[in-house]
């Protein structure tokens, strides 16, 4: 393995193996699914790592994340012609239904899992070991993908880890934003919502139905 290249759709837990494949390897981070394709197509040697995670809670943190940002960011994919994402809404209003009411009608709810669709043709991977949450990969060129889901990553990510045959973890973000967990804890979603992001072809490529019904649960 000569370079890690964490490449995600963003919110899907892999600060903590960025930072920590930095220590050890050269390490590049990107969103683009064309740097992706470029990477699997034309370069060698690489570990490629991608978290996947429930649309839901991934699209919410993502919107705190990005709503400052002035600017188009590295989210390039098809659908946005590869310029990125415009996600900014200045300073949000101290009141939490107004933020409520602002992120689920001016967010383009999407895209997320536009990025999973192409990640799907990029890599034609067929099949993904649901139950346990984590499969690995092996391409052309000596290219390697991991691929998790954040839901049960605590239960993958030593195995994750030995792979990379690293012991000392970095922990990657923890949101501490106050107001973000307010309105994660209030937040409801009609079930047109879930199930425009949860009955997807994409979403169930990755989570068994147990899974799915548990995140139906959870926001209903």
């Known amino acids: 393995m000569e370079r890690v290249c964490v490449v995600t759709p963003a919110k899907t837990g892999t600060a903590t193996f960025l930072r920590t494949c930095e220590k050890h390897y050269k390490t590049i981070h990107s969103h683009n699914l064309n740097f992706l394709k470029n990477v699997l197509n034309n370069s060698t040697n690489n570990t490629i790592i991608t978290g996947i995670r429930d649309p839901i809670a991934r699209n919410l943190s993502y919107f705190f994340q990005t709503h400052n940002d002035d600017f ?5 994919i098809k ?5 990125g994402e415009y996600c900014y809404l200045g300073k949000l209003p101290s009141n939490i239904n107004e933020i409520i009411d602002i992120y689920l009608n001016k967010t383009n709810h999407n895209s997320y899992n536009d990025w999973l669709k192409e990640f799907l043709e990029i890599t034609n991977i067929k099949s993904f070991n649901k139950e346990k949450g984590l499969q690995i990969y092996k391409f052309n060129n000596n290219n390697t993908l991991i691929l998790y889901t ?4 605590n239960f993958n990510e030593k195995e994750i880890l030995d792979y990379l045959n690293i012991d000392n973890v970095v922990l990657g973000n923890i949101n501490k934003n ?3 967990q307010n309105v994660r804890n209030k937040i409801k979603y009609e ?3 879930l199930n425009q992001l949860l009955s997807t ?5 990755f989570y068994t ?12």
């Open 72 to 76: 188009y960011n590295d989210f390039k």
């Open 79 to 83: 659908e946005n012609d590869y310029k």
């Open 150 to 153: 954040l839901e049960k990553l």
């Open 178 to 180: 106050k107001i973000y």
């Open 191 to 193: 079930k047109s919502h």
């Open 201 to 205: 072809n994409e979403i169930d490529f």
């Open 209 to 220: 139905k147990k899974d799915l019904e548990i995140m139906f649960n959870k926001y209903k």
